[in-house]
C-alpha cells in the first residue's frame, strides 16, 4: 500500500506543476515563430477552413457571414457546444470575441486574440495565442498548443504532423 500512496503523492505533485505552468504568470498563452510573412500568416488565421485544421477534432469552425464565425467544439463523446464570434481585428492582432448559443453572459464569453510580430532578423513571424473560455485552463492551455503548433505546420509545409499510416519500421526478432 506504501507503493500506491507514493505513487499517488507523487501524481498529485505533477499536475500541481502543470498546472501551475499553464496558469500562472502569463496566464493562457502559446507563442511560436513561423518562417511567413505577417500578412500571410494574419491572412492565414482569418480562414475558417484552416481554423477547422487546425483544431482538428477538437472544433470546427465555419463563416456565417464576413466577420463572424460559428465555431463547433466537440465536448465529449456526441456533445458539442456552439459558440458564435465576431472577428475584431485590430494593430497586429485577431480577436475572436463571443459567446456560448443561447448565452447572453459575458462572463462566460469566449475569447480567443491572436497576436503578430515581426520575428528578429527576419526569421519570419512570431504568433502569439491567447484565451479566454469556460473551460478549465489546463484543457484550454492544451487545445492551444496543438492549434499554434499545428498553424506552424501548415504554414511552413503545407502538412499536419501525424502518427496515422506510420509503420514502425521494426521487424520481429527471428
Known amino acids: 500500500m506504501h507503493y500506491i500512496d507514493k505513487a499517488r503523492g507523487q501524481l498529485t505533485d505533477l499536475v500541481g506543476k502543470v ?9 493562457n498563452s502559446q507563442t511560436l515563430t513561423v518562417s511567413r510573412s505577417r500578412p500571410e500568416v494574419e491572412q492565414f488565421w482569418r480562414d ?3 481554423l477547422s485544421e487546425v483544431l482538428g477534432d477538437v472544433a470546427e469552425v465555419r463563416s456565417t457571414k464576413p466577420g463572424s464565425y460559428e465555431w463547433t467544439l466537440n465536448v465529449g463523446a456526441d456533445e458539442h457546444t456552439t459558440w458564435n464570434t465576431t472577428l475584431i481585428e485590430g494593430d497586429g492582432n485577431l480577436l475572436f470575441v463571443g459567446s456560448a448559443a443561447g448565452e447572453d453572459s459575458a462572463a462566460d464569453s469566449p475569447e480567443i486574440e491572436l497576436t503578430f510580430r515581426d520575428a ?7 504568433m502569439t495565442i491567447r484565451a479566454k473560455t469556460p473551460l478549465p485552463d489546463i484543457l484550454t492551455g492544451a487545445a492551444l498548443f496543438k492549434a499554434i503548433y ?9 502538412e499536419l504532423p501525424t502518427l496515422r499510416h506510420n509503420p514502425s519500421a521494426r521487424k520481429a526478432a527471428r
Open 19 to 27: 498546472v501551475d505552468s499553464t496558469t500562472g504568470g502569463g496566464g
Open 48 to 50: 475558417p477552413e484552416n
Open 120 to 126: 528578429p532578423h527576419d526569421l519570419g513571424t512570431e
Open 150 to 158: 499545428r498553424a506552424r505546420a501548415l504554414l511552413q509545409t503545407g
